[in-house]
């Protein structure tokens, strides 16, 4: 028994041009999803990323200035600097006229000389 093949028409070929362009929407549509998806996991990633290296940060600058500011006068003294006598953490300052603000993590002073570390 043969098998009989049925005739190629016009509308036919029209309507396998249209199945398979909805296919295709579909498909790209599927994959834009993932895309979306995968673009939203990664931003979350990085941001937890930056808050983990910004806790670290943090915390080797903690370390660090704890580790610089323990004898920190006798130091200087030691150095020449004279008597220091004023030692102070976070002095924050502003200046509206230059327009600059900021904070100096260490100040050091005696009357006439002022140490600072930023």
Do not use: H
Not at 7 to 15: F, N, Q, S, W
Not at 77 to 98: I, M
Request: proline residues 1%.
């Amino acid at each position: 028994m043969s098998e009989q093949l049925t005739p190629v028409t016009y509308e036919g070929i029209l309507e396998m041009f249209r199945q398979s362009a909805l296919e295709f929407d579909r498909r790209l549509q599927e994959a834009d999803r993932r895309w979306q998806k995968m673009n939203q996991e990664l931003w979350t990633q990085i941001r937890q990323t930056n808050k983990d290296v910004a806790g670290l940060t943090g915390s080797i600058a903690a370390i660090v200035e704890n580790m610089i500011k323990g004898n920190i006068i006798e130091k200087f003294e030691a150095l020449g600097y004279g008597d220091l006598d004023r030692c102070s953490e976070k002095q924050t300052f502003r200046n509206k006229k230059l327009g600059i603000k900021g904070e100096i993590d260490l100040f050091i002073e005696n009357g006439d000389i002022a140490i600072l570390r930023r």
